[in-house]
């Protein structure tokens, strides 16, 4: 087990890739935090998993992370992992040309995934700098590194997400803090892709399945990442495996984005 | 019925039977879930058919189908339509000791086990959604395929369990639906010869089920199903004689020195069993 006895905080649990990572993580032996701004899917999660806890927790609201990290510590005494899969609906921010794109919707994913990854790294890595160790980890995606079409906010968004990530590694590292992203391609097993892809599906005045294809065309493989596979790579990123790696995004595209 | 807007699982959903409905209700506007034993069948089936949600899962293993019924109320907490589709055939010759007794009630894990734990696991979403059950009987729950006797029994018990749904689901508006196959042609049944029983193809069932359900039929019996329905009634000696006679040379004749039954002589591509 590659994550035994880790102790792991999940901002974001209630979506796919939270579930996913949670899945993963606990197979691999951590022990489990889920958070979220919803309670229903994560205490569902919580009877999937074992090893793992529930708690309501708005990733944006500075005191609630800490009091909530807080209450990690008195239980465990230690935090390892930090794992930001928080995301926002898409459906105002996607699928519009910047030229048309209200400045409100352009604005607000650059707001909040910064502020939401900010928030919760550093007072996480508040907690890990006592230990001398520990890693936090976000999400990404590919518009972070290319021009997309109809993306809105969302690319500098994930931009701005991975080079917090450098930022705070530089800063951490030498406190034994390794900072990561994952930059899956984007994947239709979750509804969120499955929302997405239909914006754009209808932007481009094309069906959902044309709209897949197209994208999926551009990789090497000829097929899009899985949660399954996006999670397998979280785990040897956040194992001490990885210790090489911080201060960068995995490149998950499947081939279809150069380093 | 009205067959669209719905939210629904398919057990042995990617392939066959399963894989056939799974896409036509996906095609009328439906959110639709397949499950699978089968790890390359379903990583194929997320690459072909994007637009399916395909979880891992076996029914016949008690611990899968909770695990299923948990990521299932977490994630389609709308779900109102179960079908109960996975199904294993084998044929097995009785006159000989089975090597491997386990292995023996397979059908029975998957075929009858599996329909009732997945009804059960799942009945406290279905209820409250007003929703459907269909189960994926057999023509062969009327007369047995003699040659695989275990699975032509299985179908008769899920036909008596259904009949017995039906009615303890009626209070609660839960619409219970049994759907009575011929032969199809799948993996399935390669290899199956096509003498006596033509094959029908997965599209011609999948279209007359439709008509069916949007006609509210709640005993599906397709093509030949019928046939074999009546003579079951009429004239069964008859009938069973018929299948008997058909099925006789399917039956695995002994394979090795101990006499014991190798017991598939059915086609090397295994069975999707969930």
Partial sequence: ????????????????????????????????????????????????????????????????????????????GRIDISFNAVGIPNTKIQGVPLVDLDAEQFILPIATYARSYFLTARLAARRMSANKSGVIMTVTSVPARTGIPLVGGLGPAMSAVEQITRNLSV???????????????????????????????????????QFHGMIASRTHTGRLTTLEEMANAAVFMASDKASAMTGTAVNLSMGSLDD | MELSGHTI????????????????????GNEVIVTGRRRSKLDEVKQLHPRLHAIHSDVSDPASIAALAAEIKRRFPKLDVLMN??????????GLPSGDLVELAAEIET???????????????????????????????YVPLTSAPIYSASK??????????????????????????????????????????????????VAATIKALKNGALEIRVGQSSQLYWMSRIAPDIINSQLWKGSRSLIPKPQNSTGAETPSVRPPVSTDRA
């Avoid at chain 1, 708005?58 to 990290?69: K, M, P, W």
């Avoid at chain 2, 589709?85 to 009785?94: D, K, P, Q």
């Fill in chain 2, 156 to 205: 008769a018990a899920i036909h008596s369990y259904t009949t017995s749904l039906r009615f303890q689901l009626r209070d609660a508006g839960v619409r219970v639906v049994e759907l009575m196959p011929p032969l199809v042609k799948t993996d399935m049944s390669a290899g199956m010869w096509d003498g006596d029983f033509k094959m029908i193809s997965t599209d011609v069932l």
């Fill in chain 2, 9 to 28: 699982l398919i057990t042995g959903g990617s392939a066959g039977i399963g894989l056939a409905f799974a896409r036509k209700f996906v095609e009328l």
């Fill in chain 2, 85 to 94: 589709n996975a199904g294993s055939f084998i044929m097995r010759n009785l």
């Fill in chain 2, 111 to 141: 075929n009858i086990n599996g329909t009732i734990r997945m009804t059960s696991a799942l009945i406290d979403l279905i209820a409250p959604n007003k929703g459907t059950i269909i189960n994926v009987s057999s023509a062969l729950a």
């Fill in chain 1, 171 to 209: 800063e951490l590292a030498p406190k034994g803090i390794r900072v990561v992203g994952l930059r899956p391609q984007g994947m239709p097993e979750s509804s969120t892709i499955r929302e997405v892809f239909e914006l754009h599906a209808r932007a481009h005045g094309i069906s959902w399945d």
């Fill in chain 1, 1 to 76: 087990m590659m994550l035994k006895d880790k102790v792991a905080v999940i901002y974001g649990a209630g979506g796919a890739i939270g579930a996913a990572i949670a899945h993963a993580f606990a197979r691999e032996g951590a022990r489990l935090f889920l958070t979220g701004r919803h309670r229903a899917p994560i205490d569902a999660l919580t009877k999937e998993v074992t090893s793992a806890e529930a708690a309501e927790v708005d990733a944006l609201d500075e005191q609630a992370v800490d009091r909530h990290l807080q209450s990690v510590i008195d239980k465990t």
